[in-house]
């Protein structure tokens, strides 16, 4: 199908770069560009792309952001969320021994083990724990992946325990894990840090409340922000990842604009209007009901977002033989369209997608509810085609196969 006239008004720019066009209602995904950035981020970007700076200058204002931001002692700025786990987890094998650093990862020593629920083992585009080992970490799992009890993380604890890792993502599972409080509490009576990847997360402060020594942010997801991870926490442990630059991190280095965007992100989320942005998203969620309303198999309701983050999304239920198509073929063919509607669809085997509102440009909202409800027509009409499942569950390697073929 053809844009929509009413549709957002940079359409222009797909246009003129030969890009194709999309619209997310997938979420804050790093495979789709991950957010749309907030003006202040884009202005600060802007402004300092052209300049030379201090780059240890620039990284101390960040830390008194970041400390402002989330009542950390002190913070910096990397590349990545990714990054971030990696620099952490170092911080705890190396301390401030720079010479230690620069043998990473090596040459770690005995005292190398990150403990790690085995639930909490996911994959959010890679593996979580290649993160830790690319740091020369030994990772420990503990628990069974859905029953995780305190002598099971003491038994893992020992005197070469470095840190404690524990992962906040709709990725992990979902019940039957340890707490964070408690999590802490117990690495904390033998000494050992605790790293919080929070990458996704709304709430900057709740985690090192709950007791992380330091917590990991992704700067270009809800913040809004360019590329970036934030790594925020207990000045010692800050400073010692911070030293890692000398070594792994240097291959994970941030830009000038990327610290300096994200330093406007993280100032412009204390003054946004966030009850405001909850009633758009509320009005979207409501559009994209009623469109659904009325067609067979198709069962759309409200739910909240696992993590705890203040965001609902729209779970969209499909019997494949009442509406012609199963959940996975509707998405695909929603990413098909022009512009490609992209959807959260990583759960769309158990029989559902779902729609997420929080990075909705103007006119994109109306544009979802009319490819829904014409794909929906489309299926129960036989007209939309079962996608390979073989092939579906190797689209994440394939994608990287195969993007530049001869």
């Known amino acids: 199908m053809s ?85 952490s987890i170092a911080a705890t094998i190396t301390g401030m021994d720079a010479g230690r650093a620069e043998l990473l990862p090596r040459r770690p020593g005995e005292k190398c083990e990150a403990v790690v629920q085995l639930g909490h083992l996911c994959n959010y585009g890679a593996p979580v724990g290649q993160a830790a080992e690319l740091a020369g970490a030994r990772l420990v799992a503990f628990g069974q992946s859905t029953h995780v009890l305190d002598h099971q993380l003491e038994a893992a604890l020992s005197d070469n325990t470095a840190c404690g890792l524990y992962v906040v993502s709709h990725h992990v599972v979902e019940y039957g894990q340890m707490p964070l409080p408690r999590f802490a509490e117990l690495c904390h009576a033998t000494g050992v840090p605790v790293i919080v990847d929070a990458a996704s997360e709304y709430d900057l402060r709740r985690f090192l409340r709950e007791g992380a020594d330091l917590v990991i942010y992704s700067a270009h997801k809800f913040l809004g922000g360019p590329t970036a991870g934030i790594v925020a926490g207990r000045r010692d442990l800050v400073r010692a990842a911070y030293l890692q630059n000398l070594g792994i991190g240097r291959g994970m280095k941030v830009g000038k604009e990327s610290i300096f965007g994200t330093i406007a992100a993280l100032k412009a989320w204390a003054a946004r209007d966030h009850d405001g942005i909850r009633r758009r998203e509320a009005e979207a969620l409501a559009l994209w009901q009623k469109a659904l309303a009325g067609l067979a198999g198709v069962r759309a309701e409200i739910v909240p977002d696992p993590t705890g983050n203040p965001l609902d999304r729209l779970k969209i239920s499909v019997d494949r033989e009442m509406a012609g198509a199963s959940a996975m073929a509707i998405g695909v063919a929603l990413a098909g369209e022009r512009p490609a509607v992209i959807v959260r669809d990583h759960e769309a085997e158990l029989g559902y997608i779902q729609l997420d509102p929080c990075n909705l440009a103007a006119g994109h909202a109306e544009i979802v509810a009319d490819r829904l409800r014409a794909v929906f027509e489309s299926a129960a009409q036989g007209a939309v085609e079962e996608p390979d499942p073989d092939q579906l569950r190797n689209r994440s390697a394939a994608g990287y196969l195969a993007w530049l073929e001869e």
């Open 3 to 87: 844009m929509s006239s009413d549709s957002h008004a940079d359409w222009s720019f797909y246009e003129k770069s030969g890009l194709t066009p999309v619209i997310n209602v997938s979420g804050t995904m790093t495979s789709l560009g991950a957010s749309i950035a907030v003006p202040q981020a884009v202005e600060a970007v802007a402004g300092i792309l052209p300049r030379f700076v201090s780059m240890h200058e620039l990284q101390r204002m960040a830390s008194d952001t970041i400390t402002e931001a989330t009542g950390a002692e002190a913070g910096f700025i990397t590349a990545s969320a990714s990054a971030g786990i990696s620099l």
